[in-house]
């Protein structure tokens, strides 16, 4: 199903997002939308930040790899969403991580703010599980299998 | 500010006479009267004492001036200190003239002057009583416009700390919208989430009547965010900023036609009965107004009854009408005051929350029209908004 993916299916995709449920949601919608990439969860700003820096209990790569994608609810405990925007695109290892917002907010200044910090993209959560289910399956369709970020074309040649 | 009042030194008078006696003589009654006199040489010393006096916070009372110092440039001169007098002030100028017939030249300076004062004109030789009334008269003029300064100084600090609380109120309401949007928007989330998941994955464990509750329970939840969505859009109309600018009515209301579902050709008949001309609005605020209003023609209809929308406009010199009209189950004469309220329903049989005409009514208000509504029962509505044409529209006309 996944074949003609761009990005291979070993990295994981993150996501940050402190509400249990909308992490159980998103599980749920990754299994319903097959997608063969592994979801990881990560309940707060700092988390995702030591996770992406691979400090502290992120420290193992080979455990811990980084991301093809990283999905980022803005309102969390200890580092916001934003707050985690501006240091991955401070930061010249990940600076070009694909990051896509996930969030319930609905307000101008938050869309403005969020691109202003460099998101690639803005989703309002939906709030029907099988709305989830389609969205995840555009996530995929486009992040996954049409979309290129810097180092992966050539590495998908090297894999033909 | 009293205290300061009370201790600054009495309003001066400046006296400017080409003849230095008159001026001392004068100067010497009004002192006598308790009056505060400073003569001047010249008519730039008379302008750069009173200037002073103002920069150091005292008060200007009045000017004695002999006419027959009054040549092309001191007039000049006068003329220019008049004109950089704050708004509230007429500063009190009293003409000393020679005795005998008034001459051409006085009249012509009493016009020139009067137009930029408070022009009194006195004859000599003087009298002590009549000069220190007409001067108590100027001063008494003069210091009423110290009040009313004070007044204005004061209602000015009044409306700024106003706004400013005023303003903070308003951050304050944004602030805990906001925490609405978000706090209380996840729960539901999680509520309709975990009871739709429940009727598709484990529905079949349930009889009829446990997945009848349970789908209640989702469309509970969904109603509810929906109620809070409205809301919040409702106090985003009420006070968010917005610029009035140049909208393109006709391809606002294709875009609205062809970006919602409910009015593709399976689901309605809308016609845009075109040309609309551009109108004076905004475009987010007038998009919110036609697709409440389109929204409501396609959902307020009798079952099984196709929608039909007629969308098209009229146009006046000052007004622009644009007109909905449906095919709905219309509004009785005596709901029609009512249905612009915030969560005001009619119709108890369909869905809603009430809010989209009261947003509406407020959308239209925010850009400075107004909307109308022509209905009965069973033969659906005609509503309408009147806004101001664009500005280009009037040129081009």
């Known amino acids: 199903m996944n074949s003609g993916a761009i990005q291979p299916a070993g990295r994981p995709i993150l996501y940050a997002e402190d509400e249990e449920n909308d992490a159980f949601f998103m599980e749920r919608a990754f299994n319903e939308a097959k997608i063969a990439h592994p979801l990881v969860v990560v309940p707060n700003g700092q988390e995702a930040i030591d996770y992406l820096d691979g400090i502290g209990a992120y420290a193992d790569r080979a455990r811990f790899p980084l991301p093809c994608l990283l999905l980022l609810d803005l309102n969390m405990p200890l580092k916001s969403g934003l707050d985690v925007l501006k240091w991955i695109r401070n930061q010249p290892a990940i600076s070009t991580l694909p990051v896509i917002v996930l969030t319930s907010s609905l307000q101008d200044a938050d869309i403005h703010r969020a691109y202003a910090q460099g998101a690639n993209a803005y989703l309002v959560k939906p709030s029907a599980p099988n709305e989830l289910v389609h969205m995840v399956k555009t996530i995929r369709e486009f992040w996954l299998t049409q979309n290129r970020t810097p180092g992966q074309t050539s590495g998908a040649l090297k894999v033909e | ?397």
């Open chain 2, 1 to 397: 500010m009293e205290a300061a009042n009370q201790n600054s030194p009495k309003p001066a008078v400046f006296l400017l006479t080409r003849i230095g006696n008159d001026a001392r003589n004068a100067a010497a009654v009004l002192g006598k009267a308790g009056m505060r006199a400073e003569i001047c040489a010249t008519m730039g010393a008379l302008c750069a004492l009173c200037a002073l006096c103002e920069q150091a916070g005292e008060k200007t009372g009045a000017l004695v001036i002999g006419e027959e110092i009054l040549d092309q440039k001191s007039l000049a001169r006068l003329s220019d200190f008049l004109g950089r007098q704050p708004p509230w002030s007429d500063m009190p100028i009293i003409l000393l003239t020679a005795a005998g017939e008034i001459q051409p030249q006085t009249y012509r300076v009493l016009d020139f002057l009067g137009a930029r004062a408070n022009v009194t004109l006195l004859e000599k030789p003087l009298r002590v009583y009549t000069l220190i009334s007409v001067v108590k008269t100027a001063l008494r003029s003069r210091n009423r416009q110290y009040e009313v300064r004070h007044l204005l100084e004061s209602q000015e600090t009044l409306v700024r700390q106003r706004t400013a609380k005023l303003q903070e109120t308003v951050g304050e309401l944004e602030a805990f919208s906001y925490s609405i949007a978000h706090d209380m928007r996840a729960p539901l989330r999680s509520l309709q989430g975990f009871a739709q998941i429940l009727l598709t994955d484990h529905g079949s464990q349930l009889d009829a009547n446990g997945r009848k509750y349970l789908s209640r329970i989702a469309g509970s939840a969904e109603r509810m965010d929906k109620l809070i969505r409205d809301v919040l859009n409702y106090s985003r109309v009420v006070s968010s900023e917005l610029a009035l600018e140049m909208v393109d009515v006709e391809s606002l209301l294709r875009g609205i036609v062809e970006t919602y579902p409910m009015f593709a050709p399976d689901k309605a008949d809308v016609e845009l009965e075109g040309p609309f001309p551009p109108v004076l609005g905004n475009e987010a605020i007038l998009t919110q107004i036609f697709s409440n209003l389109m929204g409501n023609g396609v959902k307020f209809v009798p079952p099984g009854v196709k929608p039909r929308l007629r969308v098209w406009s009229e146009s006046k010199p000052s007004v622009v009408r644009l007109f909905v009209q449906d095919n709905g189950i219309g509004i009785a004469a005596d709901q029609q005051e009512r249905i612009f309220g915030i969560f005001q329903k009619v119709h108890k049989s369909f869905d809603g929350t009430g809010i989209g005409l009261a947003i509406v009514k407020k959308a239209v208000e925010r850009i400075g029209g107004k909307v109308c509504l022509e209905s009965e029962l069973a033969k659906g509505s005609t509503f309408w908004i009147e806004v101001r044409p664009a500005k280009s529209n009037n040129e081009a006309s």
